[in-house]
């Protein structure tokens, strides 16, 4: 599978946005009603979790059929969900803890092994 690269501008908005809006697609092509969710920046690649891991209904939706839509800081972008390698994880991790560390008490539901599992990795497409 070829991954497609984030244009420049709208990777550092969206990884700047305190919260980006997912809307996965049902399997009849039409989204679902979008979430609100992080979003962390590692690299040039784009990531999100699922809080309650594999099991999260969001997270479950977005498996259907592993597309949908993003939106944040005023970019709007149809992506694929890529599950994240777990060689990525440190990274996103880091991510997490420098973005949202403010929030010790809730940044920690998203350093979980089962959230870490959950990790998807945005694609435009």
């Known amino acids: 599978?070829?991954?497609?690269?984030?244009?420049?501008?709208?990777?550092?908005?969206i990884a700047a946005a305190e919260e980006l809006r997912l809307?996965?697609?049902?399997?009849?092509?039409?989204?679902r009603d979008p979430v609100t969710m992080w979003v962390v920046r590692s690299g040039d690649q784009l990531y999100v979790r699922s809080v309650k891991g594999p099991d999260g209904p969001w997270y479950r939706g977005a498996q259907s059929r592993r597309q949908g839509r993003?939106?944040?800081?005023?970019?709007?972008?149809?992506?694929?969900f890529r599950p994240a390698?777990?060689?990525?994880?440190?990274?996103?991790?880091?991510?997490?803890?420098?973005?949202?560390?403010?929030?010790?008490?809730?940044?920690?539901?998203?350093?979980?092994?089962?959230a870490r599992t959950s990790t998807l990795r945005l694609e435009p497409r």
């Not at 599978?1 to 990777?11: K, P």
């Not at 990525?88 to 880091?94: H, K, N």
């Open 1 to 13: 599978m070829t991954m497609v690269d984030w244009n420049g501008t709208d990777l550092e908005t």
């Open 23 to 31: 809307a996965s697609e049902r399997v009849d092509g039409t989204l």
């Open 70 to 80: 993003v939106a944040a800081g005023g970019v709007r972008q149809d992506v694929t």
């Open 85 to 114: 390698d777990p060689g990525e994880y440190p990274g996103v991790d880091a991510a997490y803890r420098e973005k949202y560390g403010r929030y010790p008490s809730i940044v920690e539901h998203v350093l979980t092994d089962a």
